[in-house]
Nanobody
């Protein structure tokens, strides 16, 4: 199953960026989706997750109030709106599809992973 993450790039501190993650309908419409990131030299960390209906979301403390995840099941796409970004948000961002309808902060709960998109925040 191929997940296509896109939207990464270079952005200045305080700016905004929107990431997208597209997936095949059969693996997406009834499943939670998560966002993770990995900065150079660091371990992968949880960023945000959204359940299959899009009604329940959960965020890491480091991005709460700045990032928003949403989904459009008709388009089989999940979004991560990143506002007021900081240099410490610089990382490769990955989307992943969970094995259940709810989301999770645990990588082990995800079955499929995208290839990642690089976000670089300049100071």
């Amino acid at each position: 199953v191929q997940l296509q993450a896109s939207g990464g790039g270079l952005v200045q501190t305080g700016g905004s960026l929107r990431l997208s993650c597209a997936a095949p309908k059969r693996t997406f419409s009834n499943n939670g989706v998560g966002w993770f990131r990995q900065a150079p030299g660091k371990e992968r960390e949880f960023v945000a997750t959204i359940n299959w209906r899009g009604r329940d979301t959960y965020y890491a403390e480091s991005v709460k109030g700045r990032f928003t995840t949403s989904r459009d099941n008709a388009k089989n796409t999940v979004y991560l709106q990143m506002d007021n970004v900081k240099p410490e948000d610089t990382a490769v961002y990955y989307c992943a599809v969970a094995g259940s309808a709810s989301g999770s902060s645990q990588p082990s709960q995800y079955q499929y992973w995208g290839q990642g998109t690089l976000v670089t925040v300049s100071s």
